[in-house]
């Protein structure tokens, strides 16, 4: 019996210890902000046509960021890749807002911003703070379009090679051997 709470005990410690707990229940989530990238496209207004163009732009961003988020393999990777590609992706936004007729141009930025709860497919980010590329079409007041640059949940296609790890799975693995 001995041998078996001992047994227990140390998972937990592992476990603990996998998620980052520092003795605060919050640690799980601050964890998990700490992870992503987001991306926030924010369109000029609430008219139709604003909103349309938003996802044209969305597209165009997302065809851009694509081959640049698929060789980061770190968060701090992502974040100094997009800061090194922000006019760039500006540039991407505004060709595309005049391509389709309007001329106000759009801004990049790299900031920490709050964030509801999402979902994505199986994957629920909660409500936080999160380092996210802000991408203002005009002015920036219209509703807007959100996802995460890094990992890249809204940018693999349906046959990219997404893989994701457990690190509680890799500690019980390297235990046992």
């Known amino acids: 019996m001995k041998k078996y709470c001992i047994i227990f005990l140390t998972l937990v410690i592992i476990t603990l ?19 992503y990238l987001r991306i926030h496209i924010r369109a000029d207004s609430n008219e139709s046509e604003a909103q349309a163009v938003k ?13 640049l988020v698929a060789t980061y393999e770190t968060k ?23 391509k389709n007729g309007f001329f106000y141009g759009a801004s990049a930025e790299l900031t920490v911003e709050t964030f509801p709860t999402r979902v994505y ?19 920036g007041e219209g ?10 949940l809204c940018f693999a296609g349906e046959n990219a090679n997404v893989v994701y790890r457990s690190k509680i799975a890799e500690i019980i693995k390297k235990w046992k051997n």
């Open 143 to 152: 509703d807007n379009w959100w996802c995460v640059v890094y990992p890249p």
């Open 76 to 98: 701090t990777a992502a974040v100094d890749g997009v800061r090194a590609h922000l006019s760039e992706i500006a540039a991407v936004a505004s060709r595309t807002l005049a």
């Open 17 to 35: 210890t996998a998620l980052g707990f520092s003795g605060n229940f919050s640690s799980t989530s601050e964890s998990v902000q700490s992870e």
């Open 121 to 139: 497919g199986e994957y629920t980010l909660p409500a936080g703070e999160y380092a996210a590329l802000i991408l203002r079409l005009g002015k």
């Open 55 to 67: 996802y044209r732009v969305r597209d165009d961003v997302v065809d851009y960021l694509t081959p």
